[in-house]
Structure formats: structure tokens, C-alpha cells
């Protein structure tokens, strides 16, 4: 039997811009890598479809500016797609398109089933709040009423990220890079979500700092299972992490598949040119 | 020349604006309603929001009591008083019972209200997600959204860092089950005569632009976690030094040269009430 994807992505599209007659049919339109030259439309992610499966990796790749981080904050409801479908394997949500479901939903789903993890932490995190209480906002929101309860689940992932106990009361701003991004690690999994996003998690950070979010990311996927989308420009990263990866360009998916595959026998024109650019 | 002013001060649309307003906000228990704030005599953050609705509110017949921080002689009860008789000529009463509208600011009065009387609280700060996000279109959202973690988050960071809820004034609390809204800033002990309340409880922020209400016998529940329940200032073992009142919000006076601490009721016209009866009771013992 084929396993069922937790969670499915059809068609995406996100543009900025109302486009025009030199651009609204994809048929026909003739783009500057995503741009308009006539209206100055950008399609940011064009027609993106893939699966997730439960306790996949997978890695996403492309330069900047490919529609990378927009496809994820769409998929977090962060900002609004154009159009496309998402359907999430929970009971509750079987069947339903969650892009078409109230903001409400969409809060529960943030809450409940997904973790998101944001290129800069001031993105993720609430800088005057201490870090425990940036821990602890996720819980709330997902019901938990119980300060005992909070409290002991923040310092146990306090504890998985490596974030010393006695800073715990200190507010993130007051931490390094690195451990912004560990603090907020730990607050995207505070409620076991069965779905991470991480956009960018290690760029701006210095290697060693990278290796070991890298080693908890692996560590945390390896032990809790979750399924993961990791976003990155970064092919080591990807290779790294990921089981599965796509790349993209200019908004659309050129090649997908398993990411050895994709890092050993490129197929598309830029792929290879990514690849090589590695070595 | 000095021109007669216009009755209640405003011009009748005005009033209305602001009436309107008002009713949306009894219709949406919790929820703030936008309104045109007016330029008033006296300067905003000063109780002009208050100011605003009983002006709006009041009728020739009406008799009005304003208090400040419990006290009904405090500048800014009187002031109030002064700028509504002028341009009102409604009686105006120290008696928490004889009034029928009571504008307050920081205080609930300790005598329960009726179902025929309006109090009106001044509010500095409305909104009580302000600390969570300092745009008022998100805390918008939030509010629509029903998405109050942040108020809770507030308390913990409060719990975390000190061991207990440290709200001076302004506890949230949770309206008709619906929107979290900041009951002005009343100590806690207030807070839970607001549930139920027998009066409309009307609430006006001047700056803020700002009208909500808490219509009678509404459900108010003060946030709190299950570890860490929500509890009133505590004055136990502790009575008024005037008229011996227990069970009341007291004022600590601390008396400079010899350090004592004395107790002494807040709500002022409250402790007279008690001190009169009392000697009337003395009067009618001393003739037996």
C-alpha cells in the first residue's frame, strides 16, 4: 500500500501585481525570470506542486528570489496565495483545501499542527518577552491553561536546544544569533507539531553555530518524527538534511526528486549549474 | 459675551454620535467601539472619555456622583462635577445610592449597584493586547481572531518572573466569553463586581477614541491559570481605622514619624455613610 502524504500541495501561485495582456495567459506570457517587463507583475511562485510525507525531510533550493520563502509563508498563512490548493491528512481537516478555510482555522492549524521556524528570529519571536514566555505563547495558544505544565515542557526544550536553564527568564534579544534560533526552534516544536517549516534556519549563522542547529534539527527529526520542509540556499544543508528536495527558479519547480540523485546526475541547466557552483 | 452653553455641553449630533457608539458597544459586550472623540474642557487622559459619555447620557432629571481614585473631593471628581452642573444644572450627590449615573475613575464603589443606575468608568488604556503588539490593526485582529494568547502570556511572564500575578490595576478579563477586554484600571478587588453587575457599566478612553460596555448581568471572568487562579488584594485581619469596615479596598497610610501603618476605607462617601449611621445609632441608643 503507498503511504498516504501528510500533507499535499497542488498549483500553487503567488503573484504581486495585477498582471496584463503580455502576461495573464502562462501559455503565451514572456517573463524576465518572474518579472513582467510591461506591467511589472512579479509571479513569485507559479503552479508549485509536491508532497509531504509523514517523517520526510524535504529540502527546497533555489538562488534568491525564486519564490523559495513566499511558497512557505504562504503555506504558514503568513501571506495569501493567489490560488492553489493544500490539504492536510488530520481527521478533522480531511478533504478541506485549507487555504479556503476562516482565519480562524487557519490560527488553529498555525497553533496545533504546523512549527515554523523563520529565516530572522525577530520574524518568530517576541524580542520583549523572555524566552520561556516565547515557549510558553505557543502552548497557550494551542489551550494549555497550566503554568506548572508550560513551564517544565520550555525548560525540557530549553534543555534539547541547548539553551543554558539560567537564561531562560532572559529575553531573546540579549542572545546571540544562534541561540535566537535555537530558542525559536524550540518554540515551534513546544506543541509536537506533525509539520515544521524552516526557512533558512543557518544562513547568518557561523559554521559552528551551524553544525550544531543542523545536529538538532536531525536529531529532533530522527527521535520525534516530524515531517519537515526545509528551505535553503544552502546546498550542503540540503544535502545534509534532506531525503527528497526540489529546486526552484523564478517561482517554479524544475527538478524534484531524491536530493543524492539530484546533487549526482543534475538534469536541468541550472541544477547543474548550482551543483557545480558547490564544488 | 459670553453665550449660554448648549445643554450637556455637545450639540445634539454629537450626542447622538456618541450614543450610537455607545449602543453598538452594549450590543457587542467587550468590544471597543471606534468614535469620534471631541475636544473637551478638559485635557485627554484627564477622564474625557467618561466625560464624554455621561454628557451624552445625562437628562435634566438625572442625578450624578463622579468619583476619583474612590474619593468624590478629589480636583478631578470635582472639576467634572463643576463643568456638568454648568452646563447641565443636574443635581449632584455624594450618595452612591441617589445617583443614577456615577462616573468613576480607578474605582467601583463598595455599595452594589442597581439595575437603574449607569456607571461610567474613565480608561486610560483600552486595549489590553497593547503590550503584545504595538499596532492597533494587529491587536485588532487578534481581538476579531479570538486569539488572546497574548494576555495570557502577560500574566505568565508576570508568574514567571515574580511567582504570582502582579496586575496593580487592569486585570483582563474575559467578557461574555467572548472578547478580553481591560476593565480600566481598578484594582483586582473590583473586578469581580463587574460579573453579573445589576448596572451598565459603561466604559469611555477619550485619547484612545475608544467606547465599551459591560452590559447587565454579563459574564466577567478575570484571566488566570489553573495553577494560578485569579485572587483579589487581600485585606484580611485588616479594618478601616474611621469606621471600622472590613472587606472593603483600603488605603495604607503610613504615618512618616513613627512609621505606624494605618487603614482607611478608599471609597470615601462609603466610610462617611457608615460614620453617620453609626452616630445616629449612638443618638437613638443615648435617648433610650
Redesign the interface.
Same mark, same amino acid.
Request: charged fraction near 40%; aromatic fraction near 4%; proline fraction near 0%.
Given at each position: 500500500m503507498r503511504e498516504q502524504p501528510i500533507l499535499e500541495v497542488r498549483n500553487l501561485q503567488k503573484q504581486f501585481g495585477e498582471g496584463c495582456r503580455h502576461c495573464l495567459d502562462p501559455e503565451t506570457r514572456q517573463l524576465e525570470k518572474n518579472f513582467c517587463s510591461y506591467c511589472g507583475t512579479v509571479y513569485a511562485v507559479h503552479d508549485v506542486s509536491f508532497d509531504l510525507y509523514p517523517g520526510e525531510v524535504l529540502g527546497v533550493v533555489g538562488e534568491s528570489g525564486s519564490g523559495k520563502s513566499t511558497m512557505l509563508q504562504g503555506l504558514y498563512f503568513d501571506t495569501d496565495l493567489a490560488s492553489g490548493e493544500v490539504y492536510i491528512n488530520e481527521p478533522m481537516l480531511a478533504g478541506q483545501n485549507v487555504l479556503t478555510l476562516s !482565519?480562524?482555522q487557519k490560527?488553529y492549524i498555525r497553533n496545533y499542527i504546523y512549527g515554523m521556524v523563520y529565516q530572522n528570529p525577530l520574524d518568530g519571536l517576541?524580542m520583549?518577552? !523572555?524566552s520561556?514566555?516565547n515557549i510558553?505563547?505557543?502552548m497557550?495558544?494551542a489551550g494549555s491553561?497550566?503554568?506548572?505544565d508550560?513551564?517544565a515542557r520550555s525548560k525540557t526544550l530549553l534543555e534539547d536546544v541547548h539553551i543554558p536553564l539560567r537564561r531562560m527568564?532572559e529575553e531573546p534579544r540579549n542572545f546571540s544569533g544562534g541561540m535566537q534560533q535555537r530558542v525559536q526552534i524550540a518554540k515551534a516544536l513546544s506543541n509536537n507539531p506533525p509539520i515544521l517549516f524552516l526557512d533558512e534556519v543557518t544562513t547568518g549563522l557561523d559554521l559552528s553555530v551551524q553544525a550544531s542547529v543542523l545536529d538538532l534539527i536531525k536529531q529532533i527529526q530522527r527521535e520525534l518524527h516530524i515531517s519537515m520542509i526545509v528551505v535553503s540556499h544552502d546546498l550542503a544543508v540540503i544535502r545534509m538534511l534532506a531525503d527528497r528536495s526540489i529546486v526552484m527558479l523564478n517561482g517554479t519547480i524544475i527538478e524534484k526528486g531524491l536530493t543524492d540523485q539530484i546533487l549526482e546526475d543534475p538534469q536541468h541547466e541550472y541544477t547543474q549549474q548550482l551543483v557545480y557552483s558547490l564544488l | 459675551m459670553q453665550t449660554k452653553p448648549h445643554f450637556a455641553f455637545f450639540d445634539e449630533g454629537s450626542k447622538k454620535e456618541i450614543r450610537r457608539a455607545t449602543l453598538k458597544a452594549v450590543a457587542i459586550p467587550g468590544y471597543q467601539v471606534p468614535f469620534a472623540s471631541r475636544e473637551m474642557p478638559i485635557a485627554r487622559g484627564w477622564g474625557t472619555g467618561g466625560l464624554q459619555l455621561t454628557l451624552s447620557l445625562i437628562g435634566k432629571k438625572d442625578v450624578l456622583k463622579v468619583i476619583d481614585q474612590g474619593a468624590d473631593e478629589s480636583v478631578n471628581a470635582v472639576s467634572i462635577k463643576k463643568l456638568v452642573r454648568h452646563t447641565t444644572g443636574v443635581a449632584l450627590t455624594d450618595q452612591t445610592a441617589e445617583a443614577n449615573i456615577i462616573q468613576s475613575r480607578h474605582r467601583i464603589p463598595e455599595e452594589p449597584l442597581r439595575d437603574d443606575q449607569i456607571l461610567v468608568l474613565q480608561v486610560p488604556n483600552p486595549e489590553p493586547l497593547r503590550k503584545v503588539d504595538a499596532r492597533e490593526y494587529m491587536t485588532k485582529r487578534m481581538h476579531a481572531e479570538d486569539d488572546y494568547s497574548g494576555a495570557w502570556l502577560i500574566l505568565f511572564e508576570q508568574i514567571i518572573k515574580y511567582q504570582k500575578m502582579t496586575t496593580g490595576a487592569a486585570h483582563p478579563v474575559y467578557v461574555n466569553g467572548r472578547y478580553v477586554m481591560a476593565p480600566s484600571p481598578i484594582p483586582r478587588f473590583d473586578n469581580p463586581k463587574m460579573h453579573a453587575s445589576d448596572a451598565l457599566i459603561l466604559l469611555g478612553a477619550g485619547r484612545e477614541k475608544k467606547i465599551y460596555a459591560v452590559p447587565p448581568y454579563t459574564k466577567v471572568e478575570s484571566l488566570a491559570f489553573e495553577d494560578f487562579p485569579f485572587t483579589k488584594e487581600s485585606f484580611q485581619g485588616k479594618q478601616c481605622n474611621l469606621c471600622g469596615a472590613e472587606d472593603v479596598f483600603l488605603d495604607e497610610i503610613i504615618n512618616q514619624a513613627t512609621g505606624d501603618r494605618i487603614y482607611q476605607c478608599n471609597d470615601t462617601s462609603y466610610c462617611v455613610d457608615r460614620l453617620n449611621h453609626s452616630e445616629e445609632k449612638e443618638v437613638e441608643n443615648s435617648y433610650a
Open positions: !482565519s480562524q490560527r517576541k520583549k518577552f !523572555s520561556i514566555g510558553a505563547e505557543k497557550i495558544a491553561r497550566h503554568v506548572g508550560i513551564e527568564k | -
